[in-house]
């Protein structure tokens, strides 16, 4: 192999590397770490990083950047225009003149490194704090100094130099030049260097148009990025147009305030409605729930004074919305810039369908399961009642009782939720006893209770009045919360179970704690829990539905009342249930209950999927 093949090869492994990293620096801001896309690169990168450095007499690979060209390992390789800018950002960013990579360099050296443009950090310090020994830094620091700078810096630092005098008279020509116009400066500077009126015309003349020349390069110049910058961005948004554009035939236009300007044909098909009919309404006041979604910039109007606000608002069906988020993927390249799409088809009819037919099939197989299971439930309690039953045979007739308890729990879970999905779940609120509701739950929690171990024990206010509630589903949002209690506390913990009433603004309602030692909830799942078929506390899951603080929430909410939670891993939880005062006929505020209560059903309704 020749000289010349030999280093031919060695240009096209830098290049090789170069192209590599600089996937890796755009991925690693795309994706994360774990990512197949930033995987491959850096797994590219750190391959051929260990063909270079081995095959390197110095077993080190070095990229300099000086003078506006790439120097690898001495070599010139690329001028700086040609370099991807994620490449000359990490450069100019960081103040690197020299980066160098040895022998032995791992991948996640690499991602430390790709990582690093996150952050405002000196470099060197950065590889030094995340213990990378095989990539440095050489920071480069310029200084330019006029010569004729230095010696008046010089004269004023040392007035014994010769000439130092003279120089030093120069500040009252420049207060009387700081004054005066260009023009005028120019004449000035004209007449100290000849005293003949015919030369200072010329020198000024010639030192406008030299001033006028570099003035028109440099605004060129800078323009010119400009304008490239323009571009690209009005490229960037001609290609997202024409992807978004080619998603959907119909399209309506609005003005600044949402307002229904114009509409073409395919538009008026989908909504059903004529433009004469729909025209100057608001985009969101012409939608129909049932069957259309809306997405809209919240703000419509352009302005190039300051950021607009980049929130959507979005209205229509959660299940539908979710069906055709799901179906449709954004395709971006490596800048993150949108090229394309891929969709599935979505028939909205079909998934109302296929969701009718669950509703149905779950409410029919919970009725079919509950009478054999009562039955059964019945059988077994007899059973562990006939004398001369050995123990054993009786613990086992106990845990099969406890399990047929709990599919009956569950059952019911499920029978109350397809209750609050088709809204046929009525609620008779009356006056009920506060003390009442709380006997009334624990009671029946006693023994699951105790077969665990964990102590239960109840602190009612002296005095409690009654609440304004559904006594029976009150008390299941009790034994829920005492349920999910006992789920996440350990043999040997407690549970106390107490009532207040409400001070200040929520004087009107009586609020029920169940307080527990169990293991918590962390911060950021605490929003979740409500949630249907979400069941996590401290990275735990336990058997169950997952529905029993759905409903809980749901029915809460639709008494008029609130819930809310306070926890921290390891140290337990505790959720509050705040349901309003009873208060007879003439004092009760119909008017303003029945828009709470409208506006709290279209919340829970949001929260089951409904």
Excluded at 327 to 339: F, H, L, M
Excluded at 437 to 464: D, H, N, Q, R, Y
Excluded at 526 to 545: L, M, N, R, S
Aim: proline share 3%; with cysteine.
């Amino acid at each position: 192999m020749t000289e010349e093949t030999e280093e031919k090869d060695e240009r096209l492994l830098w290049l090789g590397f170069l192209k590599a990293f600089t996937r890796a620096l755009v991925q690693i801001n795309l994706y994360k770490p774990d990512h197949p896309q930033v995987r491959m690169a850096l797994d590219e990168g750190q391959s051929l990083l260990e063909k270079i450095t081995t095959a390197s007499p110095g077993g080190e690979l070095s990229l300099t950047l000086d003078n506006n060209k790439l120097i690898v390992n001495g070599s010139p390789l690329l001028t700086a225009d040609k370099l991807p800018n994620s490449l000359k950002n990490l450069f100019s960013r960081f103040h690197i003149q020299t980066l160098s990579f040895l022998n032995g360099v791992s991948k996640d050296d690499l991602l430390a490194l790709c990582q690093m443009q996150a952050f405002k950090v000196d470099a060197a310090a950065y590889l030094k704090e995340h213990g990378i020994e095989k990539i440095s830094v050489s920071l480069a620091i310029y200084a330019k100094v006029d010569k004729a700078q230095a010696q008046t810096t010089e004269a004023v630092v040392n007035p014994s130099l010769p000439g130092a005098e003279e120089r030093g008279q120069a500040e009252p020509l420049d207060k009387a030049l700081s004054d005066l116009t260009l023009n005028d400066a120019l004449s000035t500077l004209a007449a100290k260097a000849t005293p003949d009126t015919g030369e200072q015309r010329a020198v000024t003349e010639l030192l406008i148009k030299k001033i006028k020349n570099e003035m028109e390069a440099n605004i060129s110049k800078a323009v010119e990025g400009i304008r490239r910058e323009k571009k690209k961005i009005e490229n960037d948004i001609a290609r997202t147009e024409s992807v978004i554009s080619n998603i959907a035939e119909g399209v309506v236009v609005v003005d600044k305030d949402g307002k229904i300007l114009m509409m073409n044909p395919q538009a008026e098909t989908i909504s059903g409605k004529a433009l004469s009919e729909l025209s100057g309404k608001k985009i969101f006041d012409i939608n129909q729930l049932e069957n259309q979604v809306v997405s809209l910039a919240k703000e419509i109007g352009s302005v190039n004074q300051r950021e607009i606000s980049k929130d959507v608002e979005q209205k229509g069906g959660k299940d539908l919305s979710e069906a055709i988020k799901k179906s449709t993927a954004i395709i971006q390249n490596e800048d993150g810039k949108v090229v394309g799409s891929v969709s599935v088809p979505t028939d909205s009819t079909k998934l109302k369908q296929v969701e009718q037919l669950q509703r149905d099939f779950i409410a029919n197989m919970t009725h079919e399961l509950r009478s054999p299971l009562t039955s059964i439930h019945m059988a077994l309690d007899l059973l562990s009642r006939e004398s001369g039953i050995g123990d054993g045979t009786k613990n086992m007739l106990n845990t099969a009782i406890r399990n047929s308890e709990r599919l009956n729990s569950i059952i019911t879970d499920i029978l109350d939720f397809s209750k609050l999905q088709s809204g046929k779940l009525v609620l008779h609120q009356e006056s009920v006893s506060a003390e009442e509701i709380i006997k009334e739950a624990t009671e029946s929690m006693k023994a699951w209770t105790a077969s665990k171990g964990v102590m239960l024990s109840t602190f009612p206010e002296p005095g409690l009045g009654h609440i304004y509630a559904d006594k029976r589903r009150t008390v299941q949002i009790l034994i829920n919360l005492i349920s999910n209690s006992i789920k996440f506390t350990p043999s040997g913990g407690k549970i106390e179970v107490s009532a207040d009433t409400g001070k200040g603004t929520l004087a009107n309602f009586i609020f029920f704690s169940v307080k527990d030692t169990g293991c918590g909830i962390k911060k950021e799942d605490q929003g979740k829990i409500f949630e249907k078929f979400v069941q996590v506390a401290a990275g735990e899951k336990v058997g169950g539905t997952g529905l029993g603080l759905a409903i809980t929430k749901a029915m809460t909410v639709m008494q008029g009342g609130r819930i809310t939670v306070e926890s921290e891993p390891g140290r337990g939880s505790t959720f509050r249930v705040g349901l309003p005062v009873y208060k007879r006929q003439s004092e009760r505020q119909v008017p303003d209950q029945l828009t709470e209560v409208k506006e709290e059903k279209i919340w829970w309704r949001r929260l089951l999927g409904i």
